[in-house]
T-cell receptor, first 109, second 117 residues
């Protein structure tokens, strides 16, 4: 079974800072998700990627398949970015996602 | 936008009660999933379903069962609730893509916080 590790577990940043959250996994995958969970529980899918880089607004996700590593970057962070960010991977074949334990981000004004 | 609706936001039940958690999605998705989320443990898969009347066990199915009689509805059943089933329960759905069933964007419900006393 794939092991998914996220770092850091907790992160506090000042508004405007550039933020990086990392995700490493142990076994080759077909794709990787980045998810966002705000206080109150709802989870939103941010990105799904299998190679290279994707950008949406101030969020950028990259993946290096050879190194089994992905990063989520937030530029010009804002207090509304405060949330738990979760990485999840899809192994090859018809298997469900394997989730990391999440990174709790707090952005202070 | 896809909507995944969970019937209750908060639920309080007594030990031994039978508990039903309902999930409905409105985008004709084939895949539906039930997860529980506990502090420090992340999301863990309880059961999933790829089609009507189909179900497969996830990582922690003990003490749970599921029902998928209609494509849009996936129910999680706690046959006899216990205190260790106190948790946040999240339902999700996704479309099937050819070849890799779960290689699609996931849509989540808002979650049900279940407390078993």
């Amino acid at each position: 079974k794939n092991e998914v590790e996220q770092s850091p577990q907790n992160l506090t940043a000042q508004e405007g800072e550039f933020i990086t959250i990392n995700c490493s996994y142990s076994v080759g995958i077909s794709a990787l998700h980045w998810l966002q969970q705000h206080p109150g529980g709802g989870i939103v899918s941010l990105f799904m990627l299998s190679s290279g880089k994707k950008k949406h607004g101030r969020l950028i996700a990259t993946i290096n398949i050879q190194e089994k590593h992905s990063s989520l970057h937030i530029t010009a962070s804002h207090p509304r970015d405060s949330a738990v960010y979760i990485c999840a991977v899809i192994n090859s074949g018809n298997t469900p996602l394997v989730f990391g334990k999440g990174t709790r981000l707090s952005v202070i004004a | 936008d896809v909507k995944v609706t969970q019937s209750s936001r908060y639920l309080v039940k007594r030990t031994g009660e039978k508990v039903f958690l309902e999930c409905v999605q409105d985008m004709d998705h084939e895949n539906m999933f039930w997860y529980r989320q506990d502090p420090g443990l992340g999301l863990r898969l309880i059961y999933f379903s790829y089609d009507v009347k189909m179900k497969e066990k996830g990582d922690i199915p003990e003490g749970y069962s599921v029902s998928r009689e209609k494509k849009e509805r996936f129910s999680l059943i706690l046959e006899s609730a216990s205190t260790n089933q106190t948790s946040m329960y999240l339902c999700a759905s996704s479309r099937v893509s050819i070849g890799i069933r779960t290689n699609e964007k996931l849509f989540f419900g808002s979650g049900t916080q279940l407390s078993v006393l």
